[in-house]
T-cell receptor
């Protein structure tokens, strides 16, 4: 157990819908990272937050957004869902903002029908 | 753009043999290189990492080597066991308006007894 928690574990929804994934970092960690893992794409970095502020942006679609709250938990919002958004979404956390030693949560499996 | 190339994509060995996975990266400013192990349906777990001021690091049966000049690093697993079977991901820290870990596409290691 890495200490990073994610909810929900599974999510099944329809195309066009909007969902919110939640992540709580390890106690004391200030940075949260979101990754998308699909079968053919490996782990794709989406976005990083550090102490409430956006720190780095990767291959995140405009339909996706995220935020980190004062208690340091983070939410990833996915809207206008498409079939291709079906994937495992992982959250990771690290102590500082420089991306070292990231610890991953158990992931949320999103299925878009 | 900046990326990390990982080879081979699949690797099959007999129990007790050694396994080597190689990665190359493009960002010469990268200075942190972690390796993650991901079992089926589970989270990626950090198994070893190396920083650019070190050429080699060992942890029991696992070692990582880094050649900064050639911009490549390798994971070595000795005396492989069936429980080593998993997908292994290398990553490199990328500096671009913040920092992010860029992952290779993964190597599926199968250890047969």
């Amino acid at each position: 157990d890495s200490g990073v928690t994610q909810t929900p574990k599974h999510l099944i929804t329809a195309t066009g819908q909007r969902v919110t994934l939640r992540c709580s970092p390890r106690s004391g960690d200030l940075s949260v990272y979101w990754y998308q893992q699909s079968l053919d794409q490996g782990l794709q970095f989406l976005i990083q937050y550090y102490n409430g502020e956006e720190r780095a942006k990767g291959n995140i679609l405009e339909r996706f957004s995220a935020q980190q709250f004062p208690d340091l938990h983070s939410e990833l919002n996915l809207s206008s869902l498409e079939l291709g958004d079906s994937a495992l979404y992982f959250c990771a956390s690290s102590l500082t903002g420089d991306a070292n030693e990231q610890f991953f949560g158990p992931g949320t499996r999103l299925t878009v029908l | 753009g900046e990326n990390v190339e990982q080879h081979p994509s699949t690797l099959s060995v007999q129990e007790g043999d050694s396994a080597v996975i190689k990665c190359t990266y493009s960002d010469s400013a990268s200075n942190y290189f972690p390796w993650y192990k991901q079992e089926l349906g589970k989270r990626p777990q950090l198994i070893i990492d190396i920083r650019s001021n070190v050429g080699e690091k060992k942890d029991q049966r696992i070692a990582v080597t880094l050649n900064k000049t050639a911009k490549h690093f390798s994971l070595h697993i000795t005396e492989t066991q069936p429980e080593d079977s998993a997908v292994y991901f290398c990553a490199a820290l990328l500096y671009q308006a913040g920092t992010a870990l860029i992952f290779g596409k993964g190597t599926t290691l199968s250890v047969s007894s």
